[in-house]
Structure formats: structure tokens, C-alpha cells
């Protein structure tokens, strides 16, 4: 089955930086588009950075030129490097894999989640 595992999340200050991970199992990864998805109190899952088994990418505009998605398929890892935080990029970070074709950006079309990891910025 397919399991997701989060780790890299913590309090930092604004303009420092976090690195994300996450670790997949249970189906073949480099089919697969992969994606960054945040979540924060009272506001509805949005989408970060996405990642296809190609190596393209997509990030949603409030984060592009500082946030990096990664993605290692040696070890079935993907990683979402975060610089220059801000207080507005505190949320829950969740790691989440499509199994379908293509690489779509909405929580909707990602059938398979982790956990979360938290990210504060304060």
C-alpha cells in the first residue's frame, strides 16, 4: 500500500529556511507526479509545488523563486527546499502522489496523502 512520510517541518524565524522530505513506499515511484500541498487554520488545502516523473515542475505563484521541489527516485524521495520564509508560509505541509496520468496542481486530483509536517514561521 501506499505510505507517505513527512519529516523536516519546525518553528523557525522569518527569512530563514526549512528543508522538507518525504519518504514514498508501495507503488512505483517513478510513475508517479508528486506534489507539496499546505493547509492552514480555517483555510482550505492548497497546492505548493508539484513534480512529474520527468523532472517538470509547478509552484503556486506566492512561492516561486523561493521554494525548491525535488524529487530522488533512487530513494524514492521527494523534497521541498523552502528559503526566505515568511510568517504567511506557516501551515501544515503535506506530501501527496497521483498515480494517473498527468500532473495536475489540485489537492482533488491526489489520491494518496501523508500525514503532515508543520511549518511555523514566527
Known amino acids: 500500500q501506499v505510505q507517505l512520510v513527512e519529516s523536516g ?24 507526479c508528486m506534489g507539496w500541498f499546505r493547509q492552514a487554520p480555517g483555510k482550505e488545502r492548497e497546492g505548493v509545488a508539484t513534480i512529474d516523473n520527468d523532472g517538470s515542475t509547478s509552484y503556486t505563484d506566492s512561492v516561486k523563486g523561493r521554494f525548491t521541489v525535488t524529487r530522488d527516485n533512487n530513494k524514492k524521495a ?25 500532473c495536475p496542481t489540485l489537492a482533488k486530483d491526489f489520491a494518496f496523502w501523508g500525514q503532515g509536517t508543520q511549518v511555523t514561521v514566527s
Open 9 to 32: 517541518g519546525g518553528l523557525v524565524q522569518p527569512g530563514e529556511s526549512l528543508r522538507l522530505s518525504c519518504a514514498a513506499s508501495g507503488y512505483t515511484y517513478n510513475n508517479s
Open 78 to 102: 521527494l523534497y521541498l527546499q523552502m528559503d526566505r520564509l515568511t510568517p504567511g508560509d506557516s501551515a501544515m505541509y503535506y506530501c501527496a502522489v497521483r498515480l494517473n496520468s498527468g
